[in-house]
């Protein structure tokens, strides 16, 4: 079982950067791997970047390719999103979640609660 707490959330205006973190609980936490999902209001959750449990393999959505960073630390059982050069369309609920045996494409087991981001035009 883990647990998520996503935070880091908040308002900014286009063209800003925010840096989302989502800690996990457990001790297993280096054998999960990780994704950031989002779901703007009114629309169905979609997936915005992944990590392995190594940190070796990444995958990212077309739509933030070479703005989103994903990255994790084992030791501190933390994954990050870093968001550069946001645009009012990044507006969303991000979500972080965990898998054991389905790599970086899911299905996903385990969700966070989620954390608002807001961009400005």
């Known amino acids: 079982q883990v647990q998520l707490v996503e935070s880091g959330g908040g308002s900014v205006q286009a063209g800003g950067s925010l840096r989302l973190s989502c800690a996990a609980s457990?001790?297993?936490?280096?054998?999960?791997?990780m994704g950031w999902f989002r779901q703007a209001l009114g629309k169905e959750r979609t997936f915005v970047s992944a990590?392995?449990?190594?940190?070796?393999?990444?995958s990212v959505a077309d739509s933030v390719k070479g703005r989103f960073t994903i990255s994790r630390d084992n030791a501190k059982n933390t994954v990050y999103l870093q968001m550069n050069s946001l645009k009012p369309e990044d507006t969303a609920v991000y979500y972080c979640?965990?898998?054991?045996?389905?790599?970086?494409?899911?299905?996903?087991?385990?969700w966070g609660q989620g954390t608002q981001v807001t961009v400005s035009a």
């Open positions: 979640a965990a898998n054991k045996h389905g790599g970086t494409s899911g299905p996903y087991d385990y």
């Open positions: 457990g001790r297993t936490f280096s054998t999960y791997t």
């Open positions: 990590i392995s449990w190594s940190g070796r393999s990444t």
